[in-house]
Every structure is written in C-alpha cells, then in structure tokens.
C-alpha cells in the first residue's frame, strides 16, 4: 500500500529565511506532484517530477525527487509572506488511477 | 480557457438526506477526479471516471457513487447523509489521467456542512 509522509505539518517562520519540506512515500512511484492550497481555497499545482534527480524552479521554490530514497523535498528560498500556504505532496503510478497525499505542512511566514 | 467548476460551492444539509454535486472539467478533459477533504482525514480519493466509466475507486462506502457523462461532466452523490460527511469535495480534471505527467487541476470545491 502507498503511503505519503510529509514533515514537518507545521512550520512558522520568519521572512528572509531558507527551509525544506520533506516528502516521503513508501513504494515505487512515477509521478511526484506539489500542490499549494491557501485557506479556504482549491488547490494549485506547482510542479510534477517524474525521474530520479529531477529538479524544478520556480520562483522562490524548487522542487526536487530521489527516486532511489522514495523521497522529494520543497525548498524555500528567501521566504516573504506570500508563500504563507498549506503545501501538499501527492504520489502515484502510472498503473493506478489515484494519487495518494501527504497530510500537508502548513507553512506560515511572518512579516 | 475556464477553469474546473463545481455546483454548488456551499450545501448544508441534514442527516439522512442524500446530496448531488456536479463538475464541469476544463474542455477537452476526459477524466475526472473526486476528493473528500477533512481536517482530520486529509485529502482522500473517492473515485476517477474516464469516457464515462469508474476506472478507480477509494476505500469509501457504497453511499458515496459518481457519474460522468459523454459531455465528461460529472457527479457524484451521497446519499443517507452522516455527519462525518461533512466536508470539502473537491473536482479535478485531467485530459487522460493514464499518461506519465498528467498533471490535475482542481476546482474550487463543494463544502457540504451535514446538521
């Protein structure tokens, strides 16, 4: 069975500063999705990565994917408020019609 | 191009009725995606419909069923309603949902408060 972790589920920190979300799942997957979701909002898609030592920028953010450590991480450069969101991390397989999702990590940046 | 729609974005309802949501994906979509989103639960996946028919289905109880049709918009519907339904239900489109990189796009949601 797949399962998605994410850590931390909660973050608080100050403008200026780096930090990482760190995603992991627990079988072999094609497919890494980052998805961004402010309160009371749908979600928003960032990135997809799909092979191993895939990286994407954009931004503030980047995004990047160890298959063989079943592991992705957010990066967060130089955080400034607007970037204050709940982030989700989504996995699946190309042979299943679902993704399956970490809890999120709520992130909020302060002025 | 529009976005994903969803009707209607806010429902209450009471226990033991039943409720139809609807989404529209963005034109030229063909599969359709539906999620149940909760404080407690997270992000979970009730069922996918491509050119009609249920290719997937979460681990939800036979209340919750869904539709698509050959325009690909979709329903679903939940009848008996408990109030742990309570929730936001999410709509997602992608153009196959089979390809490597499908990327979905979601609507705005339904949240459904059960009294």
């Known amino acids: 069975e797949l399962k998605v972790e994410q850590n931390p589920l909660f973050l608080s920190m100050q403008e200026g500063k780096n930090y990482t979300i760190y995603c992991n799942y627990s079988?072999?997957?094609?497919?890494l999705y980052w998805y961004r979701q402010d309160p009371g909002k749908s979600l928003e898609s960032l990135f997809v990565l799909l092979s191993n030592g895939a990286v994407k920028q954009e931004g503030r953010l980047m995004a990047s994917l160890d298959t063989k450590a079943r592991l992705s991480t957010l990066h967060i450069t130089a955080a400034v408020h607007d970037l204050s969101a709940t982030y989700f991390c989504?996995?699946?397989?190309?042979?299943?019609?679902?993704?399956?999702w970490g809890a999120g990590t709520k992130l909020i940046i302060k002025p | 191009k529009a976005g994903v729609t969803q009707t209607p974005r806010y429902l209450i309802k009471t226990r033991g009725q039943q409720v139809t949501l609807s989404c529209s994906p963005i034109?030229?979509?063909?599969?359709v995606s539906w999620y149940q989103q909760t404080p407690g639960q997270g992000l979970q996946f009730l069922f996918e419909?491509?050119?009609?028919?249920?290719?997937n289905k979460g681990n939800f109880p036979g209340r919750f069923s869904g539709r698509q049709f050959s325009n690909s918009r979709s329903e679903m519907n939940v009848s008996t309603l408990e109030l742990g339904d309570s929730a936001l239900y999410l709509c997602?489109?992608?153009?196959?949902?089979?390809?490597?990189?499908?990327?979905?796009?979601f609507g705005p949601g339904t949240r459904l408060l059960v009294l």
């Open positions: 989504a996995v699946g397989t190309a042979s299943n019609y679902q993704l399956i």
């Open positions: 034109s030229g979509h063909r599969s």
């Open positions: 419909y491509f050119s009609e028919t249920q290719r």
């Open positions: 997602a489109s992608s153009v196959a949902h089979r390809g490597i990189g499908e990327t979905q796009y």
């Open positions: 079988t072999t997957s094609d497919r």
